[in-house]
């Protein structure tokens, strides 16, 4: 099975600040990559698929890359509503989420 | 739009199986792929399987021989039985619509989640 790593666990960011993401395949699975948010009690939101593309309604300061085993999820500017915690996911072959990565004050 | 919500007991027994429904509202499950995917308190998202408006499943091996998911197309419904249940299956359980992009998959829409727990 294709195993997801995420880097940080968690990280302490402030209000404006750039943030960068990563996760990782412990084996290539091309571009099936996708990012998740999830505030405490609520379901994950699917920001990004297939690495790059920006869910609808989703606001463009998130941004994904990468290709292969290395990914990340980049947010330009960070706001209020977006600390929560970030997943990632394989779409290629058994589904799997990477831990996630909090985002905390 | 699409909207999913669980039911099923929040109490299971261990040994016991665990059963739950997901209903569907809206103009897409017959032509779907619909999952679940659970969540122990305070850890990650674990993928279970999913399956298709004809039937058919796919299932995460680590389960698979616990895991059964069917549908029931004239309620626009679907199901998970896990069987031999212990705590370690005590989780948030989600139904999740697989979106489709060409061959990319992902989860768009889910359910609010509901919470079993695995106790006697």
């Known amino acids: 099975d294709i195993q997801m790593t995420q880097s940080p666990s968690s990280l302490s960011a402030s209000v404006g600040d750039r943030v960068t993401l990563t996760c990782r395949a412990s084996q290539s699975i091309s571009s099936y990559l996708n990012w998740y948010q999830q505030t405490p009690g609520k379901a994950p939101k699917l920001l990004i698929y297939?690495?790059?593309s920006l869910q609808s309604g989703v606001p463009s300061r998130f941004t994904g890359s990468g290709s292969g085993t290395d990914f990340t999820l980049t947010i330009s500017s960070l706001q209020p509503e977006d600390f929560a915690t970030y997943f990632c996911q394989q779409g290629y072959g058994t589904r799997a989420f990477g831990q996630g990565t909090k985002v905390e004050i | 739009q699409v909207q999913l919500q669980e039911s099923g007991p929040g109490l299971v027994k261990p040994s016991e199986t665990l059963s739950l429904t997901c209903t569907v509202s809206g103009d897409s499950f017959s032509t779907s792929y619909w999952s679940w995917i659970r969540q122990p308190p305070g850890k990650g998202l674990e993928w279970l399987g999913y399956v298709y408006y004809t039937g058919s499943t796919n299932y995460n091996p680590s389960l698979k021989s616990r895991v059964t998911m069917s549908v029931d197309t004239s309620k626009n419904q679907f199901s998970l039985k896990l069987s031999s249940v212990t705590a370690a299956d005590t989780a948030v359980y989600y139904c999740?619509?697989?979106?489709?992009?060409?061959?990319?998959?992902?989860?768009?829409?889910w359910g609010q989640g509901t919470l079993v727990t695995v106790s006697s």
């Open positions: 297939a690495t790059s």
């Open positions: 999740a619509r697989e979106g489709r992009s060409g061959s990319y998959a992902y989860f768009d829409y």
